[in-house]
């Protein structure tokens, strides 16, 4: 069963990565592109940074409202916070991150890269462990797009041995 199971995630990857390749459109439906930017971002956040990545994520943004993630955090950490539209489709992607009041559940903006550019980029120091809500919409796309391809990073300092 368990074999069973194994090759079908196997083949299943490969007909979505090798199937996509072979599209007239690849450069506007695939998400290979966003995803490679990310990989890329991936090494350079975890060996020039020296950070450790604690969450990605890539997806589709259609429209204008805000998509959110959730994370709890620890206090005493800094994280950085990346994400990033793909080129050619958005030219302005804003990123916000909120606060959860353990006490009244109310959430309270932190921070945020409202600048216009197609990816934002926050610090963000915990000064308490709470959950956490990581924002991004996109506030312009590019003439004729209403929708784009986008990856989130999430990282902090990799901890001393």
């Not at 559940?105 to 197609?118: G, L, N, Q």
């Not at 308490?128 to 312009?140: I, L, Q, S």
């Not at 797009?145 to 990282?155: A, E, N, Q, R, S």
Request: hydrophobic share 45%.
């Amino acid at each position: 069963m368990k074999k069973s199971l194994m090759t079908a995630v196997i083949i299943f990857a490969a007909m979505i990565m090798f199937g996509q390749t072979n599209d007239a459109f690849n450069e506007i439906t695939s998400m290979q592109p966003i995803l490679l930017q990310l990989s890329q971002e991936v090494v350079s956040a975890e060996t020039e940074l020296n950070m450790e990545v604690v969450h990605i994520e890539a997806d589709i943004l259609i429209g204008n409202d805000w998509k959110y993630t959730f994370r709890n955090l620890s206090k005493g950490w800094t994280y950085l916070v990346y994400a990033e539209g793909q080129a050619g489709m958005v030219t302005d992607l804003d990123l916000k991150v909120k606060r959860q009041n353990p006490i009244t559940d109310e959430w309270v903006d932190v921070v945020s890269d409202t600048k216009e550019t197609f990816g934002g980029i926050c610090l963000l120091e915990v000064t308490e462990g709470a959950r956490y809500a990581f924002g991004v919409k996109v506030a312009k796309y590019n003439e004729g797009w209403t929708g784009c391809h986008y990856f989130v990073l999430i990282g902090h300092a990799k901890p001393k041995p």
